[in-house]
T-cell receptor
Framework: GPKVLQIPSHQIIDMGQMVTLNCDPV?????FYWYKQILGQQMEFLVN????????KSKLFKDQFSVERPDGSYFTLKIQPTALEDSAVYFC?????????????FGPGTRLLVL | GEKVEQHESTLSVREGDSAVINCTYT??????FPWYKQEAGKSLHFVID?????DRKQSQRLIVLLDKKAKRFSLHITATQPEDSAIYFC??????????FGKGTHLHVLP
């Protein structure tokens, strides 16, 4: 089936540094999402992106977070500067239509560890 | 704020028996309820969903029930198999973009 890829699979970074998480969504999908999952806890919605814009974001999407998808390339989540509480697995997802009209396909996740 | 409570954190059933995972939600505007499966070390995989205009949906061995009055929905897995063992997440969406997930249920299908 359709696959969402995420690069890197693991990232270790010092607190205060910048990190960029990359997502390669399903090729014809138009809606893109980032989720955060702390070990053993539930998946939490961060942000949804469509047509070059953030459509909705949660309280977890702090000012230090930003997303973009320049020229149809990777959909990225940038954290600058990172904090200890940013350590988590970040999942990217994409869908052809809006979330409640279509299936979301999830990537394998990027495990981020902030030291 | 909006919440989705997933009542069983762990569930063990014998192979061939049925498994039922229950969730409740708080926002009456919720209209879309997907279920996801996550196997160890892997990402989420969509399994089935239900919308608020129906109260039952079946896909092979999976049945989802929705009780809008009680703000409750459930996943029934019939004739369970070892490969059904995974973490199952329920979710509720009240809009086109935002979704709230439950904390997950570890389902163990015992031989």
């Amino acid at each position: 089936g359709p696959k969402v890829l995420q690069i890197p699979s693991h990232q270790i970074i010092d607190m205060g540094q910048m990190v960029t998480l990359n997502c390669d969504p399903v090729s014809n999908h138009l809606y893109f999402y980032w989720y955060k999952q702390i070990l053993g806890q539930q998946m939490e919605f961060l942000v949804n992106f469509y047509n070059g814009k953030v459509m909705e974001k949660s309280k977890l999407f702090k000012d230090q977070f930003s997303v973009e998808r320049p020229d149809g390339s990777y959909f990225t989540l940038k954290i600058q500067p990172t904090a200890l509480e940013d350590s988590a697995v970040y999942f990217c997802a994409s869908s052809l239509r809006k979330f409640n009209q279509d299936t979301q396909y999830f990537g394998p996740g990027t495990r981020l560890l902030v030291l | 704020g909006e919440k989705v409570e997933q009542h069983e954190s762990t569930l063990s059933v014998r192979e061939g028996d049925s498994a039922v995972i229950n969730c409740t939600y708080t926002d009456t505007a919720s209209s879309y309820f997907p279920w996801y499966k996550q196997e160890a070390g892997k990402s989420l995989h969509f399994v089935i969903d239900i919308r608020s205009n129906v109260d039952r949906k079946q896909s092979q061995r999976l049945i989802v029930l929705l009780d809008k009055k009680a703000k409750r929905f459930s996943l029934h897995i019939t004739a369970t198999q070892p490969e059904d063992s995974a973490i199952y997440f329920c979710a509720a969406s009240m809009g086109a973009y935002k979704v709230i997930f439950g904390k997950g249920t570890h389902l163990h299908v015992l031989p």
